[in-house]
T-cell receptor, first 111, second 113 residues
């Protein structure tokens, strides 16, 4: 079946460090891929998305590229800030309206 | 302001006492969905609705019911709650299959004792 696997957290970085959060998926067909972010006490917000192979999604300095050959959608940011501290979820959308989320990766950024 | 609202935000109840968590969106979205969030498991879809009077099961529908009588509302009903339904619940909505972004409510933290 369809699934999403994310690296386990928490990930702790110093401000201005480089961030990578790994995400791999298993899916039939051609899913769309997403990264959502959840700040403390809030619901999820879409961070970026990619709808076909080789697409790059980007937003607020974050980037992720849809790699069909490696079934991956890793999230990267060149220089993290304290305000980036949150939980990040990788997700895929299959046919219809079924979205499958990864377990989430908590990021702590220290000043 | 475009938003998804949920009520209540926090609820403590006892086993077997029926409860309803309401969800409403003001964006005229066709698609709505309910998720539960549990540590280490991410979000799992409970039910979703593609339009008024059209609903379908997600991955973990057991013990839950939904209805979609109006486009803006999508309540989640627990007829006989049990402790394993203690969780954080999120409602989400979207314009449609061709517009993939989901907008999430603030969450409802439910404790069943």
């Amino acid at each position: 079946g369809n699934s999403v696997t994310q690296m386990e957290g928490p990930v702790t970085l110093s401000e201005e460090a480089f961030l990578t959060i790994n995400c791999t998926y298993t899916a039939t067909g051609y899913p769309s891929l997403f990264w959502y972010v959840q700040y403390p006490g809030e619901g999820l917000q879409l961070l970026l998305k990619a709808t076909k192979a080789d697409d790059k999604g980007s937003n607020k300095g974050f980037e992720a590229t849809y790699r069909k050959e490696t079934t991956s959608f890793h999230l990267e940011k060149g220089s993290v800030q304290v305000s980036d501290s949150a939980v990040y979820f990788c997700a895929l959308l299959t046919g219809g309206f079924k979205t499958i989320f990864g377990a989430g990766t908590r990021l702590f950024v220290k000043a | 302001e475009a938003q998804v609202t949920q009520n209540p935000r926090y609820l403590i109840t006892v086993t077997g006492k029926k409860l309803t968590v309401t969800c409403s969106q003001n964006m005229n979205h066709e698609y709505m969905s309910w998720y539960r969030q549990d540590p280490g498991l991410g979000l799992r879809q409970i039910y979703y609705s593609m339009n008024v009077e059209v609903t379908d099961k997600g991955d973990v529908p057991e013990g839950y019911k939904v209805s979609r009588k109006e486009k803006r509302n999508f309540p989640l009903i627990l007829e006989s709650p049990s402790p394993n339904q203690t969780s954080l619940y999120f409602c989400a909505s979207s314009y449609g299959v061709s517009s993939y972004e989901q907008y999430f409510g603030p969450g409802t933290r439910l404790t069943v004792t």
